[in-house]
């Protein structure tokens, strides 16, 4: 997804929860989610009444070790 998607603008059904899935780009593997819920499950069933900030954090792996 380009960040020319955000922000999310859309019609959603009042009362129902909605699923958010993070899905890495090949290279990259999902870490945690971040903001108003926290989890490292890569799949989530939010109500947006609730969740207005969400933010999917990824990492490619790479561990930077200081000698």
Avoid: C, H
């Amino acid at each position: 997804m380009s960040e020319d998607t955000y922000p999310w603008k859309g019609v959603y059904f009042n009362n129902l929860p909605v699923r958010v899935i993070a899905v890495p780009n090949s290279g990259y593997e999902f870490v945690r989610w971040e903001g108003d819920l926290a989890s490292v499950e890569d799949t989530l069933i939010v109500d947006l009444k609730l969740v207005k900030n969400l933010t999917a954090i990824f990492s490619d792996g790479f561990v930077f070790e200081l000698l």
